[in-house]
């Protein structure tokens, strides 16, 4: 459902032009995290807890602070919202998945599958955005009532987008539905992509974001773990839009060399720059050849280590990072 704000028009669904890279990020400091059991159904990327995850709480913030300064560093405007002690909300710190921020002023509310993660939903989060970063609200597309049918479209988890030729990526699975991805594709105006996508032993993959990610020059994708009847067809789509098409293999999936976000940032020197985020454990599982293929189409790579994250989680900096694209 679609709501129009007093004194604004309804914003127009665009062709093409869209800017890939936000210049602003919401994060959201956890102060419950812990290994979700029904999310990780879902999630094979989460992994039980272990004797070295017995301070998980303490360093999940740990990590949390230092990508949050890390990105502020590189002259990327953040907004940090505190996670609510009550009710718990062990995976807080990932709010990509509930929330998105466009440059026509749309803010956008997603459908979760678990039941513990529709509590992370705050209208407060808008108010910091709009108070702190100036992002101006027109339109709120609020697509929750799909939880109650059983249909799910977990943000840009998702959703891997490609803003500039208005493409909506999404691989089909438990949390991403095909009705719900063509309600906010004819909402937001972009074409639908949908795919089938498994891991290494055929499970359908949780999210698109990966095995997926598209920055301004190039895309990092996880061919082989598109479905072989899929395969052809996306990256026929990829290759439309222009970028260096990089793959990588279920090895390097698992290490989450998918999940990485460019944001865009200022520099003296250099005028308007891209920075590409990335987790030390994708950097590490890079082979070489690959990450200076990816370093040639940025100007800039941030590495951040967010191991208990990753590993209790199930996500990586991608997840973290809520784009907000300002006007």
Known sequence: MS???????????????????????????????????????????????????????????????????????EGIRVCV??????????????????????????????????????????????????????????????????????????????????????????????RTDARVLAEWSGELGYRPVAFDAADRVGAPLYHTNVLMCIAEQA???????ISPADRDRVLAQLGDGGREVIAIGHSQ?????????????WDESLGECRVLVMSETARRALPEEAFARLSACTDEVLVAPVPTIERLGGGSVRCMLAEVFLP
């Not at 004797?51 to 709480?57: F, I, L, T």
Request: glycine share 6%; hydrophobic share 40%.
């Open 3 to 73: 709501s129009h704000f007093p004194g604004q028009a309804p914003a127009a669904p665009r062709t093409g032009t869209g800017r890939q890279c936000a210049d602003a990020v919401l994060m959201v400091r956890p102060a419950a995290f812990a290994y979700n059991a029904q999310t990780a159904a879902t999630n094979a990327f989460q992994r039980p807890p272990g004797p070295e995850d017995e301070s998980a709480r303490h360093d999940a913030c740990g990590e949390f602070d230092a990508l949050a300064a890390a990105v502020a560093g």
């Open 219 to 225: 895309v990092v994708v996880a061919l082989e773990a």
């Open 81 to 174: 919202l505190q996670d609510t002690p009550e009710p718990q909300k062990p995976d807080a710190v990932f709010p990509n998945n509930w929330i998105s921020f466009h440059a026509d002023g749309t803010v956008v509310l997603y459908p979760l599958q678990s039941e513990s993660r529709r509590r992370e939903r705050r209208r407060d989060a808008v108010e910091a955005v709009s108070e702190r970063l100036g992002y101006r609200l027109s339109r709120l597309v609020d697509l929750t009532a799909h939880e109650a049918h059983g249909r799910y479209l977990e943000g840009t988890g998702s959703l891997v987008l490609d803003h500039r030729n208005r493409v909506a990526y999404a691989c089909l699975s438990p």
């Open 253 to 265: 999936l698992e290490r989450f060399a998918g999940n990485m976000l460019e944001l865009a940032s």
